[in-house]
T-cell receptor, first 117, second 111 residues
């Protein structure tokens, strides 16, 4: 597995502000993923971050709202911009790692609990 | 119709009980099945994974897959209070980066 450190672990923010979430992995990975977990809903993939290229966003998510950086193979940031109460959610960083059998497995960071007032 | 359906619970059982958690899916391309455990204020932790139909056992946990019925289960034997968590099922095709998650089942094991 991997040690995936995510910070902040939680934050309470005012409407209209932005928050940047950091994700640090203890090994080099090609792709890092950002998910959103809203109460009562399944995990939703926001975007895939590749080092050295623009992130790939899923339907319903745009770069202006969720800009992502990927400066190297162990680090990524997700910014939630111009926040509204609808952005209140848990945001999760994840990576795929080989485990010796079959396809890669998906591992998650500890998550960032965001509340927007 | 959602790709993956999971009963959200909540499920409350006495310590020592056998717990059965279930998910159904609609996409026959799913070949890889996972169970995650998520404690409050933590990220999901990979608990078990399997490819094939049948049972896979790991300690007190058994993952069961029935591809013909598109139905997967996680059984927990001799449940402990430390098993209290939300359990997420997840699945994917054998290739690609898309994983499909259930909404999670909240489990409480009462001492």
């Amino acid at each position: 597995s991997a040690v995936i450190s995510q910070k902040p672990s939680r934050d309470i923010c005012q409407r209209g502000t932005s928050l940047t979430i950091q994700c640090q992995v203890d090994s080099q990975v090609t792709m890092m993923f950002w998910y959103r977990q809203q109460p009562g809903q399944s995990l939703t993939l926001i975007a895939t971050a590749n080092q050295g290229s623009e992130a790939t966003y899923e339907s319903g998510f745009v770069i202006d709202k969720f800009p992502i950086s990927r400066p190297n193979l162990t680090f990524s940031t997700l910014t939630v911009s111009n926040m509204s109460p609808e952005d209140s959610s848990i945001y999760l960083c994840s990576v795929e790692l080989p485990t010796g059998t079959g396809r890669e497995k998906l591992f998650f960071g500890s998550g960032t609990q965001l509340s927007v007032l | 119709q959602k790709e993956v359906e999971q009963d959200p619970g909540p499920l409350s059982v006495p310590e020592g009980a056998i717990v059965s958690l279930n998910c159904t899916y609609s996409n026959s391309a799913f070949q890889y099945f996972m169970w995650y455990r998520q404690y409050s204020r933590k990220g999901p932790e990979l608990l078990m994974y399997t490819y094939s139909s049948g049972n896979k056992e790991d300690g007190r946990f058994t993952a069961q897959v029935d591809k013909s019925s598109k139905y997967i289960s996680l059984f927990i034997r001799d449940s402990q209070p430390s098993d209290s968590a939300t359990y997420l099922c997840a699945m994917s095709p054998l290739t690609g980066n898309q994983f499909y998650f259930g909404t999670g089942t909240s489990l409480t094991v009462i001492p």
